[in-house]
């Protein structure tokens, strides 16, 4: 997969997730720093992929999702960054964010892994996007080819109200 920052080439490590997948286990931080797996999250889940909350594209693309999952109601959003879970928490409260989970992966890169979104370069996430059904089966996936732009929002929230 070839991904880019302002233009620039970027290594992307891990194993690429696609429709039709299992979505791979993970283990993640939470803000109070308890863990998170996938066994912890049930329903149709957003998961998406994002280098740092406390960036404009970032910040806009967690907003967003935040104002907008109440459309699809059962519908579960969680945000992953490399962010410490410090910081994150700092930002949700910051900015009111209640409708979307965050979490960190700094500690094991399991996520990054599993889902092929581990920049090596820049040690942080690409942007990318995955809708799963309740069955932990993937039915859409959007990795962005540059990690400035904005996911399809559309098109992710279209594909987990059809579930």
Known sequence: ????????????AGTQVK????????????????????????GVRIFLSVPSLDTPVCDLEVMTFNNRVSEIPGVSVYTLSMDLPFAQARWCGANTVEAVTTASDYK??????????????????????????AAGKVTHVEYL??????????????AAKAL
């Open 145 to 158: 080819e540059e990690i400035t732009e904005q996911p399809h929002f559309d098109a992710i929230l279209e």
């Open 108 to 133: 094991d890169r399991s996520f990054a892994q599993a889902t092929g979104t581990f920049i090596e370069e820049l040690g942080l996430l690409t942007r990318a996007a995955f809708v799963v059904d």
């Open 19 to 42: 429709v039709g997948d299992v979505f791979p286990d993970f283990k993640v931080s939470k803000n109070d720093l308890s863990e998170l797996t996938l066994a912890d999250t049930s």
């Open 1 to 12: 997969m070839k991904v880019t920052f302002q233009g620039n080439p970027l290594t992307v």
